[in-house]
């Protein structure tokens, strides 16, 4: 909030234009973000969120305005290369966390966690580096230097020791997406080759870790044994079973949704009888706690994000947003 407001400030001092396209449906989805929290049954979660959470609809409003102040930047280039170096350093020490090395104080409540860097979650471990593989990728295609090799093969490690298997996904698509981009210049095939390599020597090395966790992880099929729990129901660590749940919900709220992060009030309940107060799902989560109208702004918002860049320039932050997009869902 402190980094938003700071950027708030920023654009109104430079007054900077607010012109773009995306910004049509985008305002589009304040508005129904703030009428569904004025809505919402307890305003105050509505709008700071849940415990432990705190996704309400001012942590929206925060995200947007830095949004805006990235799309005004005209060095969005050299923002990348920090934003890949930071990666880099993060997924170090989720590796090293993975090796029982931690240098990162932590509560007790994260004891039970292998690797997560500097973030809460292995899965906000997944997801950023989901996010960012492809710009580092991306960079070293374009310069062939290696401290972007380096810094690709650092920030893969951390992909695969945060051992989210949905972020592994998002990864692969992330990665056709570069190869794709790669195989259409002659010249950009041999660093391709070299990036591969280096993928694959740090896939070997992490494997026979901890006793093989990550090809254990890899293999493992989402099932207890002896509960009668149908496979479709277990598998993603339950998502599909919270996905069907929270379907049932939306004819019921269709319009403005139940209140943003409200979901906890909901208390619906894993076999394990934890409490599930996310969807785990980006547009199924605008859609039961938002409404259809804030969903379809913000998948038109979407649209002009992902149009076919320009440019090579801008093919790397399309790259991102797809694999960020397939990493939320």
Known sequence: ????????????????????????????????????????????TAWIGSP????????????????????????????????????????????????????VPHEPAREGLIAYGTLPHPNFLGTYTVFILPAAAIFYLRTQKWPWLLCSALIYAGLLVSLCRGSWMAGAIGIALVVFFALKDKEKRRPLLLLGLAFLIVTLALLPARDGLLLARMLSVPVEAGKALHFEDAAGSHRLFIWKKLLRLIPHFWAFGVGPDHLIYGRLALPDDSIVDKAHNIFLEIAVTMGVFALASYLAFLCFILRPPRSEAGFAPSVMVSAKIMGNC
């Open 1 to 44: 909030m402190i980094v938003s407001l700071v950027a708030l400030i920023v654009l109104l001092k430079d007054r900077t234009p607010v012109n773009q396209p995306a910004f049509i449906p985008l305002f589009f989805f304040m508005v129904f973000l703030m009428i569904s929290s004025f809505l919402a049954p307890v305003p105050m």
């Open 52 to 103: 432990f959470r705190f996704t309400g609809a001012t942590t929206w409003y925060a995200c947007i305005v830095l949004f805006i102040l990235a799309s005004s930047c005209r060095k969005a280039e050299k923002l990348l290369g920090y934003l890949c170096a930071t990666a880099a350093v993060v997924s170090s020490l989720a590796v090293l966390q993975y090796f029982g090395i931690n240098l």
